[in-house]
């Protein structure tokens, strides 16, 4: 597949947001386009190329983004059990977390791509709707947290918002590697 354009996602529900909650669509809107336009007018088989010394591809990173938003989002609505007890996973649930980060046989750009937009659909939903971005909820065991420390569904947001822009920041250097395409300048 050649010519896969990305779009930019907008919902009626992002356009519907005022204040604080329009520029949390806003600036969630523009990093998923900024990685999602890395991945213009490549085929498949050029989304699953590594170009650097990482592990990391344009559709591995978009396939991870994907995940965390969709269980970022889960833990807004369901808390911590919704993500699981990391401290507790083996070395075969890292191994499929692992394939977060990797195009794996039969998947395409358009499919991690649709996959990404219904997640973005969701989150975008849930940030006009959400009756209270100050609500929180404790965040799962992992080793990377603090025991007993809560977040805001603002700060889950907030969160989303870095991760997203820091892989797209990984995503254009790989695609700089790969064909000498940048995403600005």
């Given at each position: 597949m050649t010519g896969t354009e990305p779009t930019t996602h907008t919902s009626a529900h992002t356009s519907?947001?005022?204040?604080?909650r329009a520029d949390l669509s806003a600036m969630l809107a523009k990093q998923r386009h900024m990685l999602r336009f890395t991945t213009r007018d490549l085929t498949d088989e050029q989304v699953g190329l590594r170009t650097t010394a990482s592990e990391l591809c344009l559709g591995g990173l978009i396939k991870h983004v994907t995940a965390v938003e969709r269980n970022w989002v889960d833990f807004i609505l369901d808390g911590p059990s919704s993500m699981g007890d990391f401290t507790a996973m083996t070395e075969a649930d890292w191994a499929r977390r692992a394939d977060e980060f990797r195009m794996l046989p039969g998947e395409t750009l358009a499919g991690v791509l649709d996959g990404y937009a219904e997640v973005a659909r969701r989150t975008d939903e849930l940030?006009?709707?959400?009756?209270?971005?100050?609500?929180?909820?404790?965040?799962?065991?992992?080793?990377?947290?603090?025991?007993?420390?809560?977040?805001?569904?603002?700060?889950?947001?907030?969160?989303?918002?870095?991760?997203?822009?820091?892989?797209?920041?990984?995503?254009?250097?790989?695609?700089?590697c790969l064909d000498g395409a940048k995403s600005m300048g």
């Open positions: 519907a947001s005022t204040g604080e940030v006009a709707t959400l009756p209270d971005l100050d609500a929180t909820q404790p965040l799962p065991k992992a080793p990377w947290f603090e025991s007993d420390e809560r977040w805001s569904a603002r700060r889950v947001l907030m969160h989303v918002i870095s991760e997203t822009a820091q892989h797209s920041g990984h995503a254009d250097i790989i695609r700089e």
